[in-house]
């Protein structure tokens, strides 16, 4: 935005430049093809070798599995990267409010019986891994803000494990399954369901450990 001092003819150069902008994007959406089913047919047609009744989890798990095990790494990598700049904030003395007090008391559990539902569910309809890690990160973030820290046992090898667990998973399925399918992450059909819900399991897990693990600020018990 202009300050209300600028003179008139930056206030018409940013006018027109705006104008130029929304011109040039409505110039290309309206030159759009038309809306395509895209890749739903080959999709479809493929779900009865996928392990699992909904599309969107048969994609990001079976046929693009690619996708997800780099999505995940990368996930890890900004982890190990905040943790390379610092050690974690620590905890302060100050005592949280009453209301802040109580929520994770009542929130907590459901928030982790409603990752697993999303977990579970989606194998058949939205959901997976990733909301399910989601839903747990929430949760360790709300414990943390109450003042919560985690133990001094699971700061070490423990917690490690958890962060990779998802990665590891991933990395030893797609090579277990290449003696039967021949290609990394080719699922035998008669075990890829229950190969994709392991891998989700811990995937989630990890996942909701990560993004508890950011929320830290750093490495938990390293040295300032």
Known sequence: MTPRGAAPW???SVALLLVGMFAALAWVLLGLPPRSAGLQPQVAAQMAVSGVDHPVTAVLLNFRGYDTLLEMAVLLLACLGVWSLSPAVPPTDETPGAMLAALPRQLVPLMVLMAGYLLWRGATGPGGAFQAGAVLGAAGV???LTGWRLPVRWQG???????????G????????VVPASGVLLGYPLPVAGTLILLI??????SIGVTLMALFLGGEPGASR
């Open 169 to 176: 998973m991933f990395v030893l399925v797609a090579l277990a």
């Open 200 to 205: 989700e399991a811990l995937a989630g897990l």
């Open 157 to 167: 090898w423990r917690l490690r494990l958890l962060l990779i667990a998802g990665v």
């Open 10 to 12: 930056l206030r018409f």
């Open 142 to 144: 709300l414990l943390l």
